[in-house]
């Protein structure tokens, strides 16, 4: 997967609208637009373009039912992002441990000066 993918994911997933519908659809096992729209404080027409950014990126699939689309999670992609998710906080806590013991050394230097 390319960088620009990756953004793509992280800026689709980003949007707090859009994790509940992930959230939803999985405990749903999938669902339309029309009765995603029912639980939640926007319009179809709102969520319909949301599910639209999540199909771009893979984390929908979609597939006609009747008159409306039915999306599902695609568990591939997620678990895709899932797992970029844990790298990148394992990056920072490596990052926030370093921070830590420069803060730690500053502090004990300090601590050590004597007095003028």
């Not at 790298?87 to 601590?111: F, M, P, S, Y």
């Amino acid at each position: 997967m390319t960088t620009a993918v990756d953004d793509d994911l992280w800026s689709a997933i980003g949007d707090p609208t859009r994790r509940r519908m992930l959230d939803l659809l999985l405990a749903e096992g999938g669902g339309t637009a029309t009765s995603l729209s029912e639980q939640l404080p926007v319009t179809r027409q709102a969520v319909a373009k949301h599910l639209g950014v999540l199909d771009r990126v893979g984390l929908v699939h979609v597939t006609p039912a009747g008159r409306e689309m039915r999306y599902r999670v695609d568990d591939e992609q997620l678990a895709r992002a899932a797992a970029q998710l844990a790298t990148v906080g394992a990056a920072w806590d490596g990052r926030l441990r370093r921070i830590k013991r420069i803060a730690e050394t500053i502090q004990r230097n300090q601590q050590q000066k004597p007095d003028s």
